[in-house]
């Protein structure tokens, strides 16, 4: 059995496809591609497979990540670069593997590995509006925000987990565009909280997710590079 974890980019039309069809497109198109995939036990088996951290829907990236369990135990198994290219050829467009690892031995999942997301999310407001909401977030000591929980209202200091928001130089379609580095541990911050949870409250207009980022042995590493990893992507020629 092999256990690998791919990177992959989502952009286009299909961001405005939901995590659970994303689900479905990966399903489908590993059954298409014939990727010999290892099944759990019982009355109802399921290929196992794990996903990352939910991306919102509308919103691209270049770093989405899934963990597959292949099984190897065929006279010719199939090789990483091999599996990467037969599922370039089969995903739609939109979204294209990227880079790929590797797992070995016993590792945590990606919900509980990611520590923070980079992102960036460009706005509708004003250069004023936008300087005035940055000065807030930079200088307050405490960010509350008011969520619902099953249910309930729930009140949260949110600043322990904004770890980096600055205001780009380039802007998108003549709109200003705000780099958030947001934790997700013990909860992730989504980029709309953080939007909200000032007056003036800015509004999105485009949302772009770059990094994931693991914090282990004091570095920051990507996904692919967490401990246990053999990584594959110089393998992976189209990557």
Not at 70 to 98: A, F, H
Not at 118 to 146: A, G, H, P, Q
């Amino acid at each position: 059995m092999i256990h690998l974890r791919l990177k992959s980019s989502k952009t286009g039309k299909i961001r405005f496809a939901s995590h659970r069809d994303i689900a479905k497109v990966w399903e489908r198109t590993l059954r298409v591609s014939s990727i010999p995939l290892v099944y759990s036990q019982g009355f109802s088996p399921r290929p196992k497979i794990a996903y990352g951290l939910a991306l919102p829907t509308g919103a691209e990236s270049d770093c989405e990540y899934i963990d597959i369990q292949i099984d190897n135990s065929k006279e010719t198994p199939l090789q990483v670069e091999e599996i990467c290219g037969l599922l370039n050829s089969n995903l739609p467009p939109g979204i294209e593997i990227n880079g790929a690892s590797v797992m070995e031995g016993k590792f945590p999942s990606l919900q509980q590995t990611v520590t923070s997301c980079l992102w960036d999310i460009t706005v509708n407001e004003d250069d004023t509006t936008v300087d005035s909401w940055l000065d807030r977030i930079e200088s307050e000591n405490e960010i509350v925000l008011r969520r619902e929980r099953k249910g309930k209202e729930v009140i949260d200091d949110i600043k322990p987990l904004v770890y980096l928001v600055r205001r780009k130089n380039k802007k998108i379609d003549g709109r200003i565009t705000v780099q958030a580095e947001l934790g997700t541990q013990p909860r992730s911050l989504r980029p709309s909280e953080l939007l909200r949870s000032l007056e003036p409250h800015l509004s999105e207009y485009k949302l772009y997710r770059r990094k994931q980022i693991v914090e282990e042995g004091g570095q920051r590493l990507d996904p692919l590079e967490v401990a246990g990893a053999t990584q594959m992507r110089s393998l992976v020629g189209a990557l």
